[in-house]
Nanobody, 119 residues
């Protein structure tokens, strides 16, 4: 198993940037694909971005493409979500998650970190 802990959330203004971190412990982090999800108040959780275990390829939701960048440092057992040009609609609790392959569901989840963007 792997345990995930997010950090880096906060309250910012529209146009600002934030970088979220996802620290992993337990089994070797590099074995897992990693994703970021978010859930806004009153809405369902939605996909934000995902990256393969090697870090060589990533995909993004259309709503964040060009503004967010997902990355990982397997030597540090940490994943990141760089968020630029933040908008009020990016306000949500952000979760990192891990899975063993793209054919499996995300089995491991962090507790989430709050991001609030004011206009």
């Amino acid at each position: 198993q792997v345990q995930l802990v997010e950090s880096g959330g906060g309250s910012v203004r529209a146009g600002d940037s934030l970088t979220l971190s996802c620290a992993a412990s337990g089994r070797t982090f590099s074995m897992y694909l990693m994703g970021w999800f978010r859930q806004a108040p009153g809405k369902e959780r939605e996909f934000v971005a995902a990256i393969v275990s090697s870090g060589g390829s990533a995909i993004y939701a259309d709503s964040v493409k060009g503004r967010f960048t997902i990355s990982r440092d397997n030597a540090k057992n940490t994943g990141y979500l760089q968020m630029n040009s933040l908008k009020p609609e990016d306000t949500a609790i952000y979760y990192c998650a891990a899975r063993t392959s793209m054919f499996n569901e995300y089995s491991y989840w962090g507790q989430g970190t709050q991001v609030t963007v004011s206009s």
